[in-house]
């Protein structure tokens, strides 16, 4: 069955930096866009950052851009989202989360086209 489990979450400083991952099985990882999205404490999700299967196409919220790096190694089945210069209101549960038809280049953000969330991962960003 498939299974997306993040892991890298913790406690990072104001500026400072934190590696998600995100390991899928069950599926061709390689044919799926991914993305990663995030809650925070009495917030809806927000959609974050998004690959297409290839990786030759990656988009961010502009709440990240310029700041995070999504990318993905199809060979080992992971995803990755490099943060930097973290800022508090980056605290959040992050989990990535797989798009239900393979090959799918529509816009990033929809949610009700993605079929499978991770549980997610804590990231916390405070002095």
């Known amino acids: 069955q498939v299974q997306l489990v993040e892991s890298g979450g913790g406690l990072a400083q104001p500026g400072g930096s934190l590696r998600l991952s995100c390991a899928a099985s069950?599926?061709?990882?390689?044919?799926?866009?991914m993305s990663w999205a995030r809650q925070a404490p009495g917030k809806g999700s927000e959609w974050v950052s998004g690959?297409?299967?290839?990786?030759?196409?990656?988009s961010y919220a502009d709440s990240v851009k310029g700041r995070f790096i999504i990318s993905r190694d199809n060979a080992k089945n992971t995803l990755y989202l490099q943060m930097n210069s973290l800022k508090p209101e980056d605290t959040a549960l992050y989990y990535c989360?797989?798009?239900?038809?393979?090959?799918?280049?529509?816009?990033?953000?929809?949610?009700?086209?993605?079929?499978?969330w991770g549980q997610g991962t804590q990231v916390t960003v405070s002095s």
């Open positions: 989360a797989k798009k239900g038809a393979p090959f799918d280049t529509r816009r990033f953000s929809h949610f009700g086209e993605y079929d499978y």
């Open positions: 069950g599926f061709t990882f390689s044919s799926y866009t």
């Open positions: 690959i297409y299967s290839d990786g030759s196409v990656t």
